[in-house]
């Protein structure tokens, strides 16, 4: 009962041969580009004596002008009953508003130094086929991003920078390491061995509270060429979050096109892998869908209605 | 219907499991979160935190790690703790004096920095800081106690004077000559660490501890008694009966009078004094 005459491909191979190796690689590409950028700022200071940008992913001033701050710890420190003053409130703003609208999870996959780790965790757990391990819930993060909040209340103080892997790893690259690196490689055996995709898809709260940050957010990914697939299950191979395809890529008719789920992080790899070309960057407002007549013009056309 | 009311109800009870579930694994997880939060208060005696730091438990509420405190330390002074650390909760600013004291910058840039308050703007003025106290702890090993003119704490101090003294007391070693005793004055300490920096024993002598060790805590209800005198101008309690006080030397009856000495009675002069008597054993006349 194969769904096609074809034999398996791996992973994006099919994608490679029609687009490329930088066609189906492109936002991986210029994601690392992004994750290393963000960090090369930070670092200009501490390296180079050029302090465009100081402090870290927590809190940061840019050209002593521009203050940025996480806003999800700025959260917990009210919890803890400490009111920030101006400059922490506005730098929490930015932040809110920017992954409001560009898509919260966006912090996830272009910024985030974490997300080289568990992408790699996921790399090397694909290679050496392991099981997908201890899954918890989705929503197991949502619990835990409440149980945060509730600590910091119950404790006074900004609880889970005593754990943060995220901050703890920005600053250990921009101030000094100390033991962070037993955190990174707690995370990467973590995601290799105890739980597939688990410290980002599962369990993280910052990913959690960026998810409701961009709930609404305007950019997103679309399935647009949807009747063009031909299922070969690349991009849900490839998701870091697959349970958002499914309502986009397989609505019928009306049913709209875009991944509206909070939960992706608009990583792009689905547009990446698929040789279809399904997906594309769009607004929340564009809902069309391509007409399947499209889908001839397709090097290589689909077979399904042998299937 | 009946498989959909029977759906509903395999629903709803997988969801009130599934959330029973997790919010046990929260709350194991909480409280372990929570005890490293704890874990996290204790903060070793020798991290000084910058000036204007919060009391420990407000700053840990309002400090957010970024290091921007430390990026505008001019001296390198400052530091964030390592994860690891046997220190400060992981990535908080301190300093610690024997390596890099405070310099006590006028315009305290570390302050201005701290996006969130952590660092508190009311200490406008560096003098006033109180990052902790000085503590002169080894008075076996300090020079100035054995004797000798080292005095470097107290040159060094930027509060010169106000925080460090020397004070004179006799050196009963050698019978005369005196000790310079350097004398910290908690009230003017604002703990920069430069004493303990600049001390010249290989371990210092004199140390800046945290407030909460350097210093003890005077009863809420206690008066000292000359200085309300001073600022009333009167005795504090009206009418009080002023008894004759017991002077030094043999006897038991060396006492004098209420009020002090009456000039009379000393010099044996023939007015009577009232309610005074002349005692046996008198305190040599000082000449003016």
């Keep these: ?307 | 219907m009946a498989t959909a009311g029977q759906h509903k109800h395999i629903d709803r009870r997988r969801f009130m499991t599934d959330s029973a579930r997790m919010a046990a694994g929260c709350a194991v997880a909480g409280s372990l979160l929570a005890y490293m939060t704890r874990d996290a208060k204790a903060l070793p005696d020798q991290a000084i935190r910058p000036p204007g730091a919060l009391g420990e438990d407000a700053f840990l509420a309002a400090c957010i790690r970024c290091g921007l405190c430390v990026r505008d330390c001019p001296y390198d002074t400052l530091v964030l703790a390592d994860l690891g650390q046997d220190g400060p909760a992981t990535g908080t600013p301190y300093f610690t004096a024997r390596d890099v004291p405070c310099e006590m910058c006028d315009d305290i840039p570390c302050v201005l920095a701290c996006p969130t308050g952590a660092l508190d703007k009311g200490l406008t003025n560096i003098e006033h800081a109180q990052m902790g106290t000085a503590v002169l702890v080894d008075q076996e090993n300090c020079l100035n106690y054995l004797g000798l003119r080292c005095d470097v704490c107290y040159r060094v101090c930027p509060m010169i004077d106000e925080a460090i003294t020397l004070d004179l007391i006799h050196n009963e070693r050698s019978g005369h000559h005196a000790i310079f005793a350097p004398i910290v004055h908690a009230d003017a300490c604002t703990g920069c660490g430069i004493c303990e920096k600049k001390c010249v024993l290989p371990e210092p002598a004199i140390k800046v501890l945290p407030v909460r060790l350097a210093r003890g805590a005077p009863g809420e209800h206690y008066r000292l008694g000359w200085e309300e005198k001073d600022a009333k101008g009167a005795p504090v309690v009206e009418g009080i009966i002023d008894l004759p006080d017991r002077l030094p030397g043999p006897g038991t009856d060396n006492l004098a009078a209420p009020g002090g000495y009456i000039e009379g009675l000393v010099d044996g002069l023939p007015s009577t004094p009232e309610g005074g008597f002349e005692p046996v054993f008198k305190l040599p006349e000082v000449t003016k």
């Design chain 1, 1 to 307: 009962m194969s769904t096609k005459g074809k034999v398996h491909l791996p992973v994006g191979q099919e994608a490679v041969e029609v687009k490329g190796w930088f066609g189906a690689h492109k936002y991986l590409v210029l994601r690392r580009i992004s994750q290393a950028f963000f960090l090369f700022l930070f670092l200009m200071g501490p390296w180079f004596g050029i302090w465009w940008v100081k402090g870290n992913l927590a809190g940061s001033m840019t050209f002593n002008f521009l203050p940025l701050n996480d806003p999800l710890i700025l959260g917990q420190m009210m919890a803890a009953g400490h009111w920030p003053e101006t400059t922490a409130l506005i730098g929490g703003l930015i932040v809110l508003v920017v992954y409001a609208l560009i898509g919260g999870r966006i912090y996830c996959s272009w910024v985030c130094p974490i997300n080289p780790v568990t992408d790699g965790a996921h790399w090397l757990h694909d290679k050496l086929k392991l099981q997908k391990g201890w899954q918890p819930k989705r929503s197991a993060r949502y619990w835990i991003l409440a149980t945060v909040l509730i600590v910091s209340a119950l404790t006074g103080t900004i609880a889970w920078e005593v754990v943060n892997p995220v901050t703890m790893v920005h600053r250990g690259l921009v101030f000094g390491m100390g033991f962070v690196w037993a955190m990174v490689a707690a995370i990467f055996v973590f995601d290799l061995i105890v739980a597939r995709r688990g410290w980002c898809g599962h369990v993280c709260p910052v990913g959690a509270f960026y998810s409701l940050v961009g709930t609404k957010s305007i950019l997103r990914i679309s399935a647009v060429k949807r009747d063009a697939c031909d299922d070969c299950m690349d991009c849900y191979a490839v998701c870091p979050e697959n349970q958002v395809i499914s309502p986009a890529l397989k609505g019928k008719g009306d049913a709209t096109p875009l991944i509206l789920s909070p939960d992706c992080t608009n990583c792009g790899r689905c547009i990446d892998v698929c040789a279809m070309d399904v997906f594309k960057f769009t607004n929340r407002f564009d809902t069309h869908v391509e007409a399947p007549s499209d889908a001839v013009s397709v090097p290589e056309p689909p077979n399904r209605n042998a299937a």
